[in-house]
T-cell receptor
């Protein structure tokens, strides 16, 4: 069983479109995250949710809207896609917010905006 | 703010060579330190971690020691294999209990037979 699963794995879309990426974890974790990996492989956090409550929103354009319907799911909706949104988006989860807690990552969604 | 700096890659080694990937950090408080590995086309996997000064994390022949005095967490392996070829990320948990990971820029390792 996949611990953190994202769909789709690949997403190619035109500028201006709206798209969503879904994430589910079956680890029973309380905390979920979205990270963005750019073309140079640099990883940066975008959002985190703890028990469905938004904890971190890292100066991400408001075209990006996360939604957590329950603790096991964290979806990412992106409006009016731009070329610069092309990246790999990783969902992750962790048991909680403690500094010692490790995160478990999904396989990533490679978004290409053309 | 908190930050992580890794040595520039790519690193190219022959099989059975000794590996060191340097990682230094800047942080307030007492972060936990991690090494994650990303194999081609895959997500990140935790390789090892250390949660306090002088702790040594180890896994699959890789080791790293949390050195507070030098603010470092260098990754080492005595004998690399072709299957170790991947991108390695050093990371720390940011200040405050948010679970946020701050990553270094990643180091690509290529091991040749």
């Amino acid at each position: 069983d996949t611990a953190v699963s994202q769909t789709p794995k690949y997403l190619v879309t035109q500028m201006g479109n709206d798209k969503s990426i879904k994430c589910e974890q079956n680890l029973g974790h309380d905390t979920m995250y979205w990270y963005k990996q750019d073309s140079k492989k640099f990883l940066k956090i975008m959002f985190s949710y703890n028990n469905k409550e938004l904890i971190i929103n890292e100066t991400v354009p408001n075209r990006f809207s996360p939604k957590s319907p329950d603790k096991a799911h964290l979806n990412l909706h992106i409006n009016s896609l731009e070329l610069g949104d092309s990246a790999v988006y990783f969902c992750a989860s962790s048991p909680g917010l403690l500094q010692s807690t490790e995160a478990f990552f999904g396989q990533g969604t490679r978004l290409t905006v053309v | 703010g908190d930050s992580v700096t890794q040595m520039e890659g790519p690193v190219t080694l022959s099989e059975e060579a000794f590996l060191t990937i340097n990682c230094t950090y800047t942080a307030t408080g007492y972060p936990s330190l991690f090494w994650y590995v990303q194999y081609p086309g895959e997500g990140l996997q935790l390789l090892l971690k250390a949660t306090k000064a002088d702790d040594k994390g180890s896994n699959k022949g890789f080791e790293a020691t949390y050195r507070k005095e030098t603010t470092s967490f260098h990754l080492e392996k005595g004998s690399v294999q072709v299957s170790d070829s991947a991108v390695y990320f050093c990371a720390l948990t940011g200040s405050g209990n948010t679970g946020k990971l701050i990553f270094g820029q990643g180091t690509t390792l290529q091991v040749k037979p």
